[in-house]
């Protein structure tokens, strides 16, 4: 099996430490938030002053607006919005996008890789299958761990079915490929493996916060819709038990729309360093 991907298999192993770190990282920050949930009803987090928490804080349960941070669908999407939870996926996004082509482009190694029979097309699928094997990794760490707090907390189960959480986690993965897409198309342009990570925190981390000053300034309201985060809402799939299908579309779609663009730019350029 490894002997026909090659390029797959040693795009994981170079950054096998990278990806377990990763991992146990997502495993241990999601257990915190389902003790968490578990040990304290939601509203005795949010109760000061007798006032519910701000509606700009929808950002941060991973809602559209019909579930509030205050409850247990909304603490445990804040879990998978959290900026601890961003972080991990765009360390592994921009790490292995940018190690796709741009930095073979700018190490000079490319050409090595090229003179061998390996078509573009097929350097760039398989670089583009392992970044999707170590998102599926890393959203699927979260959504074990969350569903197993889940079925072991009472409470948190009666609000929050375990179908949701596994629609949860199927939306992060929409949100990862969501973020690949556009990644790998930087790379496959790009001759600086930094333009790539710079792209790549720019939807993630900036798309935030889009979302969140959309959600807190009215003027501002339109911008949401530029943000992934506008569209992947965990909290919104954890209380209803299924999965936003209308949203997770969109999120793919333009993964999809950015991988195709990314074989485009790939076969066009010139790759000396």
């Known amino acids: 099996m490894r002997s026909r991907w090659p390029l797959l298999w040693l795009a994981l192993y170079r950054r096998r430490r990278m990806l377990v770190a990763l991992l146990l990282g997502m495993v241990a920050f999601e257990a915190l938030i389902v003790v968490v949930a578990g040990a304290l009803a939601p509203q005795e987090l949010f109760s000061a002053g007798g006032k ?3 509606g700009a804080y929808q950002a941060f349960s991973g809602s559209s607006g019909s ?4 409850s247990y669908p909304g603490l445990l999407g804040a879990g998978l919005t959290h ?4 972080a991990m996926q765009l360390t592994a996004i921009g790490s292995l996008a940018a190690a796709a082509v741009a930095a073979d482009v700018e190490s000079g190694t490319v050409e090595l890789v090229m ?5 573009r097309a097929r350097l760039l699928a ?3 299958a392992a970044l999707m094997l170590a998102a599926l990794a890393l959203n699927l760490a979260a959504t074990l761990t969350v569903a197993a707090g ?4 009472p409470d948190v189960h009666r609000a929050v079915p375990i179908g949701g959480v596994f629609a949860a986690g199927v939306m992060g993965l929409g949100f990862a490929l969501c973020l690949i897409g556009p990644a790998m198309a930087v790379s496959a342009a790009g001759r600086r493996r930094a333009q790539v990570i710079g792209a790549t925190i720019a939807i993630g981390a900036v798309g935030f916060a889009v979302n969140f000053i959309a959600l807190a300034w009215s003027p ?3 911008l949401r819709f530029l943000s992934p985060f506008h569209y992947y809402t965990p909290g919104d799939a954890l209380a209803e038990g299924g999965i936003l299908w209308p949203q997770l579309g969109i999120l793919v779609g333009v993964g999809a729309l950015g991988t195709l663009l990314a ?4 076969r066009r350029r010139d790759l000396a360093p």
């Open 52 to 54: 519910g928490p701000p």
């Open 67 to 70: 579930v509030s941070i205050a």
């Open 83 to 86: 900026p601890f939870w961003i």
């Open 115 to 119: 003179v061998r029979p390996v078509s």
């Open 126 to 128: 398989e670089r583009t």
């Open 150 to 153: 889940v079925a072991l907390s």
């Open 220 to 222: 501002a309201a339109p």
């Open 263 to 266: 074989h485009v730019l790939l």
